[in-house]
């Protein structure tokens, strides 16, 4: 009869000859498995070489192969005239007590942890699963329009490039690098800045930059101060570093910054987050008088200015206004923006602009988070930068989403008159339409999804005064606007009529 050992071995493992991975390692593995669960307890008497290829069908020379590599590894020892014993034996033999676990388990992994930890609800994933054919985002682009072929000969020939090792090589940076320049060089041009590279990090996405700020600049129940409705993902990160926040009113002028004098204290507020080019979710421009009133009031009241600027570079009409921190001449401003949004998401690049006190700390603490960084994509953008193809991506790019803008225009225009209003921003990717009858939006996104139209609960906003979405039509074309304003329809009307 078998020993224990044997027959649990034999139940356990299960090995496939047809796969590149060698029979001796998948055996191996699988024994190392069924140690590091119990069912192997240390001083276990393994079977010997001959038995065990017996009991397993394998040549005698694998068998060997398997406790040899089993031993290397420190799992098991193998004494002369004694046998192969699980681990260092504390006893010639010792008993099985694994055998009554549930041997179907043995490859189960654990789906609840063992061991404390803090969970945090205002972190719980957004995302949510549709089937549906189409889809409003929140103001995404069109990865469609990203010139693919072209990346392709660009991305090859930045992998090329000789300095390239030498940079991964490096131990420090004693210069600024080249793509830092550049995009100082990029921002100074298009963003009336006058910085250099120490005035500047770059991170992967806007989301990143605004978590290495926050855990600089916010400690436990700072006084944190964002827009009525404000953007969720940074709400999130705020809440994540402990941050008390307030909401503040907003009106066709954006921020209410009087209000911030009437209702807070000198020294009371750690930082105010704003949109001020164009605010999420409304879309409201900051007023140049807003602007210069939230400046002094920062340098009066000591906070800092957080200024996400995630849309700036899609300006259809006019020019764009220059963010406040172009303006600022006493260090209150943190200026948070993206490049490449034209291009394929993994191209994209966040930054932030600041003093150069607070980017060098930014430096040290982004070297915990991403030492590394991406040096392929940073050669190609400086390479994109400095010939002049980002300004011309950008250009042929705004002149397709105005296009798009002006069709969901008239789409509203014919489909929802007198339902839905809203204002034409000078530039984005989103509407802020305001429904003219309160309705449950929740049932809209369900109705919605009914026709093969999926609405996020992120584009959702409403509460006592709003009923609104926000409604991104950057990454849908003309006869798919249509599509979608015609279904949207069709789900506001059975809500209405319910």
Request: proline residues 4%; aromatic residues 10%.
């Amino acid at each position: 009869m078998n020993s224990p050992v044997s027959q649990i071995l034999k139940q356990l493992i299960i090995f496939d000859k047809s796969i590149v991975q060698p029979l001796y390692i998948q055996v191996a593995q699988q024994i190392v498995n069924a140690i590091q669960r119990g069912y192997l307890e240390k001083g276990s008497k393994l079977p010997g070489t001959r038995v065990f290829s017996q009991l397993l069908n394998i040549h005698r020379n694998t068998a060997v192969a398997i406790y040899e590599e089993l031993a290397s590894q420190g799992w098991v020892d193998i004494i002369a005239n004694r046998g192969t014993f699980v681990l260092v034996p504390e006893a010639s033999t010792a008993k099985i007590k694994a055998t009554t676990q549930h041997l179907q388990q043995a490859y189960a992994y654990p789906k609840v942890a063992g061991f404390p930890f803090q969970k945090s609800f205002h972190l719980a994933s957004t995302a949510q699963e549709t089937t549906a054919k189409y889809s409003i985002n929140d103001g995404k682009p069109d990865l469609r329009l990203h010139p693919v072929h072209q990346f392709s000969r660009w991305y090859s020939a930045a992998m090329k490039r000789k300095p390239l090792i030498n940079k991964w090589n490096r131990t420090t940076a004693l210069t600024p690098s080249v793509f830092s320049t550049q995009l100082c060089n990029y921002l100074n041009a298009t963003r009336g800045f006058h910085i250099n590279p120490n005035h500047l990090i770059n991170t992967r996405s806007t989301e990143m930059s605004l978590y290495v700020v926050s855990r600089l600049l916010i400690k436990q129940n700072d006084l944190v101060l964002v827009g009525q409705l404000s953007n969720y993902a940074a709400n999130m990160i705020f809440h994540e570093t402990g941050a008390t926040m307030r909401t503040i009113p907003i009106d066709e002028e954006g921020l209410n910054v009087d209000y911030i004098k009437k209702h807070f204290l000198k020294g009371s507020i750690r930082c105010v987050y704003v949109c001020a080019h164009r605010d999420y979710p409304t879309t409201v421009t900051l007023s140049a008088k807003r602007r210069l009133q939230l400046l002094q009031l920062a340098k009066a009241y000591g906070f800092a200015i957080i200024e996400d600027d995630y849309d700036y570079d899609f300006q259809f009409e006019g020019s764009a206004m220059l963010p406040m921190a172009s303006a600022d001449a006493d260090g209150m401003v943190i200026y948070l923006g993206k490049l490449g949004q034209s291009l394929f998401p993994s191209f994209h690049t966040g930054f932030v602009v600041a003093p150069e006190s607070f980017i060098s700390e930014a430096k040290n603490y982004l070297q915990l988070l991403d030492k590394q960084g991406d040096l392929i994509q940073e050669q190609m953008l400086s390479e994109l930068i400095s010939e002049g193809e980002i300004y011309r991506l950008k250009k042929k790019n705004i002149i397709t989403y105005k296009q798009r803008r002006d069709c969901l225009c008239q789409y509203l225009n014919y489909y929802f008159e007198g339902a839905i209003t809203w204002d034409i921003p000078l530039g984005g990717l989103a509407l802020w339409l305001r429904f003219v009858n309160t309705i449950s939006l929740v049932k809209l996104a369900e109705e919605a999804e009914k026709l093969d139209l999926f609405l996020p609960k992120t584009i959702l906003y409403q509460d006592k005064t709003t009923c609104a979405i926000r409604f991104g039509f950057g990454h849908l074309n003309e006869d798919e606007l249509e599509i979608v304003i015609k279904k949207l329809k069709s789900a506001y009307d059975k809500v209405l009529n319910l």
